[in-house]
């Protein structure tokens, strides 16, 4: 294969990543903005509502690591995701399968444990549901049922609720006021 016809490969890919709101793309792309605005774009569920939408179509709509983590309750590596250390100052983070709102940015705090860490959610945007084992409790987006992590409480955080919201980064997006 040339180096252009290699090239041109490549540029294809990173397209059909962007366009199906898969992920990360390169520094230059998420300095400039350009992942975000791609992904943030409304997804097409057909005039459905969200939670009415069935797992093969979820499968279309969302990147391969989406589907896994979001509707098959999966796990990011720890200290792997874009919103690990990323903390803003303003904007909201969204549900990357329904774009529903979730977190305000002012609620994300460093919890030093490898993944997305927030004190809470917007109020109606979560639900929270104990796990079979009883052990931990999961959360979800009230919107369209999506599992985003799991939530902690009474860590001792020097938090407003002492709740810890691990959230795995591909279950969201974030946009600036």
């Avoid at 366009?19 to 409304?42: I, Q, Y």
């Avoid at 977190?103 to 109020?123: H, M, Q, R």
Wanted: charged share 30%; net charge positive; proline share 5%.
């Amino acid at each position: 294969m040339s180096l252009a016809s290699a090239s041109a490969s490549a540029r294809t890919l990173l397209r059909t990543r962007l366009s199906r709101g898969s992920g990360s793309g390169t520094s230059s792309e998420r300095r400039a903005g350009t992942v975000r605005r791609l992904a943030m774009n409304p997804r097409d569920l057909g005039g459905k509502e969200p939670n009415k939408v069935e797992e093969k179509e979820w499968k279309n709509i969302l990147s391969s690591e989406q589907f896994r983590i979001l509707r098959q309750k999966g796990t990011e590596y720890p200290g792997t995701g874009e919103y690990n250390k990323f903390y803003p100052k303003e904007g909201l983070f969204y549900c990357v399968g329904c774009h529903a709102p979730l977190y305000e940015s002012k609620t994300k705090f460093d919890s030093g444990c490898g993944w997305p860490a927030f004190y809470e959610g917007i109020k109606g945007a979560i639900t929270e549901v104990p796990d079979a084992d009883g052990r931990r409790v999961e959360i979800l987006c009230s919107k369209c049922d999506g599992h985003l992590g799991h939530v902690f409480k009474g860590e001792g955080f020097n938090t407003p609720t002492d709740a810890r919201h691990c959230v795995n980064s591909v279950c969201l997006k974030h946009e600036s006021d």
